[in-house]
């Protein structure tokens, strides 16, 4: 069973960063596409960033592109997202999913995603 724990968030000042972690347990994590999606209140959960198994490919929505980096470890099981010039509207539950299908293309969408852990809050204050 693949367990996912997210970790890192935390209250911050507009304009400031933070790096978010996902542990990965189960399986073979090296072998899973990961992604970071986020939902805020009365919101759609929304697409953050993705990453391939390797680490060679990643995707951005324009809403993040330049501001945020997802990478990972595969030795240490863990994907991270750097997240950097915050804004408030950034804040949100940020929740870290895996796509464990094996295949080696990367998705926006959250019904790709089989397995997601639980979520760590992200607070950006003006």
């Known amino acids: 069973q693949v367990q996912l724990v997210e970790s890192g968030g935390g209250l911050v000042q507009v304009g400031g960063s933070l790096r978010l972690s996902c542990a990965v347990s189960?399986?073979?994590?090296?072998?899973?596409?990961m992604a970071w999606f986020r939902q805020a209140p009365g919101k759609e959960r929304e697409f953050v960033a993705a990453?391939?198994?390797?680490?060679?490919?990643?995707d951005y929505p324009d809403s993040v592109k330049g501001r945020c980096i997802i990478f990972r470890d595969n030795a240490k099981n863990t994907v991270y997202l750097q997240m950097n010039s915050l804004k408030p509207e950034d804040t949100a539950t940020y929740y870290c999913?895996?796509?464990?299908?094996?295949?080696?293309?990367?998705?926006?969408?959250?019904?790709?995603?089989?397995?997601w852990g639980r979520g760590t809050q992200v607070t950006v204050s003006s």
């Open positions: 999913a895996a796509d464990v299908s094996g295949g080696l293309s990367i998705s926006r969408r959250s019904a790709n995603y089989r397995d």
């Open positions: 990453i391939s198994r390797s680490g060679g490919w990643t």
């Open positions: 189960g399986g073979s994590p090296s072998f899973y596409t």
